[in-house]
């Protein structure tokens, strides 16, 4: 039996009635080798950072500052201001807050003041001053919280370290979420060492720089606080989006 050749009825399949998309579908069938439509190319849109504003340095610059100054202050304004267990619990409910803004001795204090600095610099002005007090008080207060309720044993802190470590996640994990690869990698970084310290005591050398012990504990507390802080700032935002 010879095969039929002849005509068949041609299948319109819908694209007849619709010329823009034949065309296109034309379009990408004669593409060369190794080439994707144009459709399939385009960037993954990424969302802007806020406008950058020198008023949105006024909080970190404004702490920098404060501290400097209360360490400037010597011996009698750490005594008044340093977080000890005894005194809160007895009628300072203050210490909680000012525990975080006088240190140890100036190395101590200068560590942590360049570690502001650093993190004020990746978030690079973006944030708004009102962000910044939010942040700073609300990861102030949960570490000094934590402290009392969850470490008896801690009778006496000082230093910005903890709530440092809370900015750090603050900033870069919404920035990691964006894509920025570099906020992911030190994210990824201040993470890991968060955990080494859980399971590692600090070296004497480091002991020694800062002049007493380093109070791990606080600084797994900011981390924590941080990422309460980030996921209660994302819900706010997803609510007045709904």
Known sequence: MKPDFRSRPHRDM???????????ITEHLRLPHGQFPKSLNRPRAVRPLPQRSFANWLVPIGLV????????????VYEVLRYERAAVLGGQPWRLLSAHAVHLGWVHCLMNVGGLVLCAAFAAGTLSWRAWATAIVVLALGVGMLLLVASPRATNYAGLSGVLYGLFIWVLLPRARRGDRVALIVLVAILARIGWQMFHPPAEVQRALIGGEVMVEAHLYGALCALALCLWQGAWAYLRRA
């Open 14 to 24: 819908g694209l007849g009635q619709n010329p823009a998309k034949t065309k296109s």
């Open 65 to 76: 500052c404060l501290v400097l100054a209360l360490q400037a202050g010597g011996e009698p």
